[in-house]
């Protein structure tokens, strides 16, 4: 067990969602030069928790395991390894059948809502769908739940109309939208949210992250947020979990994490974003080096052959997230897992 998270576990005693060293190694792949095959270590060993209501945000470079993390989180993918509880019960080793009535509380919303949309069904059947398969108390009739999905069209954004149409007659945002109404259908408690705004307009980005947070203002629905623009990550996050090949390496809330950054990888990471006043950007910092391979990722840190920081032990050991002291004021824990800062 990663004994640093033990203070996690009390201090955010009844976090509503618990990932405790989640490990998810894919199948060796084959190559032509080697008959050696090495799993791919995409996920090893991430814990971290998301309180009710509030928004977590997973950033990091692409391949770092982001994604395999929030479907890991839904099992989607079976996790290699590791523990996850939603509302203090365990998800992970849930039969089928459990595991589709605890789908109610835990949705997805994608980056492409096009391709996770049946485009022979009408938006209104879409958003009907789910509150049909769980027979909701007070939705067993099709009117019911007809007046539930027009009430959700309006929560989203959309007019009535639009239930009788199909999937492409949507634009991008709208089909967002509409990925939305559905995860909301049942309630749900937590959204994990993969990169649901990478694919749209930048002027439709916003739009669907201010749709995002009001929902989450009338709702107290919590969002695993997936992203790699980090403007969009500062505007909608309470907390922000930085990733790096497959490892959590700093935990903090918003505000700490983007003014005293204390990961060397966080540091780097930061500089490329441009500051809310112009003028104050700091010098924008190139990392050195490719990414290391996850299928043989560096010993010790695995961030050390690209650190400008590394002393002998990160060649060695391999740093656990430990609690720092130097958020005054902060409202959560500062995490990091450096030897060095
Ligand atoms: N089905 C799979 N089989 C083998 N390797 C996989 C599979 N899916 C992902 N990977 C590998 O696992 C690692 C993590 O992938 P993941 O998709 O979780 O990254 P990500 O952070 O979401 O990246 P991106 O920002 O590009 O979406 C990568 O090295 C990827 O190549
Ligand atoms: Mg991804």
């Known amino acids: 067990m990663n004994a640093p998270l033990q203070s996690v576990d009390s201090r955010r005693a009844g976090a509503l969602l618990e990932v405790r060293n989640l490990q998810k190694f894919y199948g060796a792949a084959r190559t032509w030069f080697s008959r050696r095959q090495y799993p791919v270590q995409a996920v090893d060993d991430v814990s971290f928790d998301v309180a009710r ?3 977590l945000s997973l950033v990091g470079e692409s391949g770092c395991g982001k994604t395999t993390t929030a479907k890991s989180v839904l099992r989607l993918i079976e996790p290699t390894a590791g ?6 019960e365990e998800v992970t080793g849930l039969g089928r059948e459990e595991m589709r009535q605890r789908r109610r509380d835990l949705q997805i919303i994608f980056q492409d809502p096009y391709a996770s949309l ?3 069904m009408t938006a209104g059947d879409i958003v009907a769908e789910p509150m049909r ?5 007070g939705l067993t009739s099709e009117k019911a739940r007809s007046e539930r999905v ?11 109309e639009a239930m009788k149409k199909y999937p492409y007659e949507f634009s991008g945002g709208q089909r967002q939208r509409l990925g939305i109404a559905r995860a909301l259908a049942l309630s749900p408690k937590l959204i994990v949210c993969d990169e649901p705004v990478s694919a749209l307009d930048v ?8 749709l995002l947070m009001d929902l989450q203002a009338e709702f107290g629905v919590a969002y695993l947020f997936v992203a790699h623009d980090l403007a969009v990550v500062r505007h909608i996050s309470h907390r922000v979990a ?10 903090a809330d918003r505000d700490t994490l983007f003014s005293s950054p204390r990961h060397p990888y966080t540091e780097i990471l930061l500089s490329a974003v441009p500051a809310p006043t112009p003028g104050k950007r700091a010098e924008r910092r190139v990392m050195s080096g490719d990414p290391p391979s996850p299928a043989n990722p560096p010993t010790g840190c695995r961030f050390h052959p690209r650190c400008p920081l590394a002393a002998p032990v990160c060649r060695q050991v391999s740093p656990s997230l430990t609690p720092r002291s130097d958020a005054v004021g902060a409202k959560t824990a500062h995490f990091v897992a450096c030897h060095v800062r």
Request: hydrophobic share 45%; aromatic share 8%; charged share 20%.
């Open 133 to 137: 398969n769980f027979s909701l108390d």
């Open 118 to 120: 049946n485009p022979r």
């Open 203 to 210: 002027s439709v980005q916003a739009q669907v992250i201010n």
């Open 53 to 55: 209501g509030e928004t």
């Open 242 to 251: 930085v990733m790096y090949l497959g490892k959590i390496v700093e935990i």
């Open 150 to 160: 027009k009430w959700l069209f309006s929560k989203v954004g959309l007019r009535a």
């Open 83 to 88: 523990s996850v509880r939603l509302d203090g």
